[in-house]
């Protein structure tokens, strides 16, 4: 996708690869509810072999999610599936300049 677009990606640093966005769903009409004013930077997984070097191989990973979301109710004791009336997709946003990127943090699969 990158290299369709116009990108060198040779000329990525993958540890500048940033990836904004809202978590789906739909954001809260009521003025008083806690909102960010701007996209917050989601933390992202990058495999580029560890040679610093983003080829064709590279990929990255993110959890992304719906704008339509399953919620708990606690008047009503269950889930309920609220439908984000304003639109059917979510959007994120992909740079690869500035600041290093935020990354997931890696957990070992031992059994301590």
């Given amino acids: 996708m990158l290299k369709n677009s116009g990108n060198n990606i040779s000329n990525i640093d993958p540890k500048k690869i940033k990836l904004y966005g809202h978590h789906g769903a739909m954001l809260p009409e009521a003025i008083s509810e806690d909102r960010f ?11 580029d072999g560890n040679d610093g070097v983003f080829n064709e191989s590279d990929y990255i990973l993110f959890y992304g999610q719906s704008p339509h979301k399953w919620k708990y109710d606690p008047a009503l004791g269950r889930f309920v599936h ?13 740079t690869f300049e500035g600041a290093n990127g935020k990354r997931m943090s890696t957990q ?3 059994i301590i």
Avoid: W
């Avoid at 004013?37 to 495999?47: G, R």
């Avoid at 609220?82 to 992909?94: A, C, E, G, P």
């Fill in 37 to 47: 004013d701007d996209l917050p930077e989601n933390a992202i997984h990058v495999e």
């Fill in 108 to 110: 070992s699969d031992e």
């Fill in 82 to 94: 609220q439908t984000n009336i304003y639109s059917d997709k979510t959007y994120y946003f992909l």
